[in-house]
């Protein structure tokens, strides 16, 4: 049973414009989201995280929302730029302080289109 | 500033042959970790190790076998390996008592099974 899911394999944007990219889960434990971003031929890298008790986080062009009654997150970039063309992971955290307890979704690919 | 570095890059087997993946990391973490990833399946958790002298099993830990060498190294054990062990191995680091702590990976290795 999946329970961090990423439904849109893929996404296409047009360079400037706000990327969107969802996550659903279905465990009401988790106390921590992460994302990552993955290049190919490299290894995944954190992007971005929130708290189960925050609902938005921003790091420059990067926020993430939370939205707990609905089990959903979301990763905004505003504006895309070509260079954030990758595989974007969406990560959820059970109680504890070991990524151990770290549940991955199956990814989305991000192309941004100049 | 070498990170976690995974070796090797890549590795082709045959059935029934046995291989260790070595993984070291220079940022003094706790936790070390390793990760397969398969194609539309994201990333699962293999085995961890929350700290020296501890390992415990992931989400998918049969057929493999790991060593917590000292703090620095962290090393996967193939002793017979299947097709279905063809995947990219990812190995990454955090440190420990924080929460929302992310996790540093390595490079990947590309290991098939023939």
């Known amino acids: 049973d999946q329970q961090v899911k990423q439904n849109s394999p893929s996404l296409s944007v047009q360079e400037g414009r706000i990327s969107i990219l969802n996550c659903d889960y279905t465990n009401s434990m988790f106390d921590y989201f992460l994302w990552y971003k993955k290049y190919p031929a490299e290894g995944p890298t954190f992007l971005i995280s929130?708290?189960?008790?925050?609902d938005k986080n921003e790091d420059g062009r990067f926020t993430v929302f939370l939205n707990k009654s609905a089990k959903h997150l979301s990763l905004h970039i505003v504006p895309s730029q070509p260079g954030d063309s990758a595989v974007y992971f969406c990560a959820a955290k059970k109680p504890g302080g070991s990524q151990g307890n770290l549940i991955f979704g199956k990814g989305t690919k991000l192309s941004v289109k100049p | 500033n070498a990170g976690v570095t995974q070796t090797p890059k890549f590795q082709v087997l045959k059935t029934g042959q046995s291989m260790t993946l070595q993984c070291a990391q220079d940022?003094?973490?706790?936790?070390m970790y390793w990760y397969r990833q398969d194609p539309g399946m994201g990333l699962r958790l293999i085995y961890y190790s929350a700290s020296e002298g501890t390992t415990d099993k992931g989400e998918v830990p049969n057929g493999y076998n790991v060593s917590r060498l000292n703090k620095r190294e962290f090393s996967l054990r193939l002793e017979s390996a299947a097709p279905s062990q063809t995947s990219v191995y990812f190995c990454a680091s955090s440190a420990l008592g924080r929460a929302n702590t992310e996790a540093f990976f390595g490079q990947g290795t590309r290991l098939t099974v023939v």
């Open positions: 929130i708290s189960s008790i925050k």
């Open positions: 940022m003094n973490h706790n936790s």
